[in-house]
């Protein structure tokens, strides 16, 4: 009923601009997921798995740099299509969140990769590699799409209203923590075998296979997150 409702109080123009931010962030899940069907065409003929096949120094740099690139691509859009600080930030989300959803939507499509929610993917190498299974980011974006759409909805009665100090402060610790869940794991792995800084941290995949994923910090993360939807809609309710 509530996404009727938003659809009803959209602009035209609002409604337009959302849709070319999905079509958008979609095209933008296929131009990933060609990258990286190349890559493991390249790197992984017999199947993608840990440990990680060593990158040569350069196209690693340049990995590091097409990831960075993503992200300042959705920023972008986001900012583009957005009227004000609140839809700016909401259509970010909206658009990280489509894009990395249709990633595996479309690898699965292609290579029928990944075997189960539960298979590990190395999810980001920035500024350390972040891995966990490929449900995590999933639930991630869920949630973020959640936020998205809350903000979206108050931002069409109550123009100007957007996330207060603590919820801010939520939003930021629950990411930390959800990353933490991603990262902790190779950092404890590299602190044995040196320190896990860019030049090395490429290398240290190459021996690196992941074990168990502490489901108990994502959740706590994933609370928090979903603590910070639940407290600015009662405040603006």
Not at 199 to 226: H, K
Request: hydrophobic share 55%.
């Amino acid at each position: 009923m509530a996404a009727i409702e938003i659809i009803f109080w959209m602009s035209n123009d609002l409604r337009n601009r959302i849709l070319w931010l999905v079509l958008f962030s979609i095209a933008m899940g296929f131009l990933e997921t060609a990258v990286v069907v190349y890559l493991r065409e390249l790197y992984y003929p017999n199947g993608f798995s840990f440990p990680l096949t060593v990158m040569d120094q350069r196209v690693g740099i340049i990995e590091l740099l097409r990831e960075a690139a993503t992200v300042i691509m959705l920023s972008g859009v986001g900012v583009l299509a957005g009227r004000s600080f609140n839809q700016r930030f909401a259509f970010f989300l909206v658009a990280f969140a489509i894009w990395d959803i249709f990633y595996y939507v479309f690898l699965k499509l292609l290579i029928d990769w990944p075997e189960s929610f539960f298979t590990w993917d190395i999810l980001f190498l920035i500024p350390v590699p972040w891995i966990g299974p490929v449900l995590a980011p999933c639930l991630i974006c869920l949630a973020m799409l959640l936020l998205a759409f809350v903000m979206i909805y108050r931002e069409l009665t109550h123009p100007n209203i957007g996330l207060n100090g603590r919820e801010w402060l939520l939003l930021v610790a629950g990411s930390l923590v959800v990353v933490a869940s991603w990262t902790s794991d190779f950092l404890a792995y590299s602190s044995n075998k040196g320190p896990a800084v860019a030049d090395t941290s490429l290398t240290l995949l190459s021996t690196y296979v992941p074990q168990t994923y502490n489901w108990y910090v994502f959740s706590a993360g994933e609370c928090i997150l979903l603590a910070t939807v639940f407290f600015f809609w009662r405040r603006t309710s």
